[in-house]
């Protein structure tokens, strides 16, 4: 019998324990396990290769993502680099140029003098990205919605640009979740996660994962995976696995929550631009419409005054938490340029468009009111500057 999304949240990889009948699966907290003879075993032989808690967390990713394959690690960059593993000096990657600033670190400041080459694009054009490639060009990397511009890609668009340049496409999912969007119906090869996000959603575990329907990708990575072993620990994969019980209602609500609040700030006096696709004029609104169940929980915004402003509204928030990371039930605000991409370099910010007055917010499962009355007293107390008033 084939399950819908929120029912495979609570089932995939998950029946109830043979021995006890737990209908929550026990966390293995062990190093190894015992072997009948050398070589014969019950399929598990040492924690970092695997744990049945942790096949439990990446059966059910897979499941979530409509995929063949998972895979789990200690931190969404863990994930992002092993699928970097693959990779050879003299391979080139194309990029989104607006992407997490840990991304953009491990791509310019580690792989980068490996000999690993990374061309970034605005993914938005399916011009720019199809020009980009070279022979070399190994990978397609991507993020929709991005971050911290909530700019959209077309998927199946970029996936067959890929695919004719013989080079694999992969998608950070980390800002839609699993119940959103479906990276690999739309034609691409990887999907990555930092399940410390929406997928767990309550702040209090890292990780990470990648899912795929390749057989011999899942093998390659599978070794790296073991090879590298940053790997989640037992009490990990087990919050996580709770987390991902509630993923369909939590995200229901955080939508709705932040439509709410894109609109309360598209209408302030004090806001200039806001990012968020689920705002008609968004560039990438038809594409979003087009490609995912509903326009997320991330809002960014800029105000029409300077950074020093910018930096006092954060501080006067009362609700909203200043912190970096997202995808959690709690309210988190954050300012890109000293925070999440303090790594990236003023110029290729600018450049990007992520302004010094950038705000970024992570909607979470508040009542919407309080969190907009919150907004709306921290905006009362920013001064607009005379030359954007």
């Not at 911290?148 to 199946?156: A, F, V």
């Not at 990708?217 to 940053?230: D, I, M, P, S």
Request: hydrophobic share 40%.
């Amino acid at each position: 019998m084939t399950y819908e999304f929120s029912t495979r949240a609570i089932h995939a990889g998950q029946p109830n324990d043979e021995t006890t009948g737990a209908v929550a699966i026990p966390i293995y907290q062990t190093s190894t396990f015992g072997q009948e003879a050398p070589g014969v075993h019950s399929g598990y032989v040492y924690a970092r290769t695997g744990n049945p808690i942790r096949t439990a967390l990446e059966t059910c990713i897979a499941s979530l993502e409509d995929a063949k394959f998972g895979l789990a690690f200690a931190s969404g960059m863990a994930a992002i680099n092993n699928v970097l593993n693959t990779l050879k000096s003299g391979d080139h990657v194309v990029s989104a140029q607006d992407l997490y600033g840990g991304a953009w670190r491990i791509f310019t400041k580690l792989y980068d003098k490996f000999g690993v080459k990374f061309t970034f694009v605005d993914a938005t054009s399916l011009d720019a990205i199809e020009k980009a490639f070279t022979p070399q060009t190994r990978l397609l990397w991507l993020e929709t919605p991005s971050n911290p511009l909530l700019r959209i890609t077309d998927l199946e668009g970029a996936a067959k640009i890929a695919k004719r340049k013989g080079a694999l496409t992969v998608v950070d999912n980390t800002f839609a979740s699993p119940l959103l969007q479906s990276p690999l119906k739309l034609g691409t090869d990887i999907i990555v996660h930092s399940t410390t996000k929406y997928i767990n959603g309550h702040s209090d575990v890292l990780g990470g994962a990648i899912v795929t329907n390749s057989p011999e990708l899942h093998e390659q990575l599978k070794f790296f995976q073991n090879c590298v072993g940053a790997v989640p620990a037992p009490q990990d994969c087990f919050l996580t696995l709770r987390g991902i019980k509630t993923l369909s209602v939590r995200m229901d609500r955080h939508c709705q929550n932040a439509k709410e609040v894109a609109a309360f700030l598209k209408a302030h006096p004090k806001v200039g631009k806001v990012y968020f696709p689920g705002l008609p004029e968004h560039p990438g609104h038809e594409i979003a419409k087009r490609q995912m169940k509903d326009f997320g929980a991330m809002v960014s915004f800029e105000l029409r005054t300077d950074a020093e402003e910018a930096k006092r509204f954060t501080s006067n928030v009362e609700l909203w938490t200043l912190a970096e990371s997202l995808g959690g039930v709690k309210s988190l605000l954050c300012h890109p340029p000293t925070m999440t991409h303090a790594s990236v370099e003023p110029e290729v910010r600018r450049k990007v468009g992520i302004s010094d007055g950038l705000i970024r917010l992570s909607v979470g499962l508040e009542d919407s009111r309080d969190l907009i009355r919150d907004l709306e007293q921290a905006l009362g107390k920013v001064r607009v500057a005379a030359a954007v008033a």
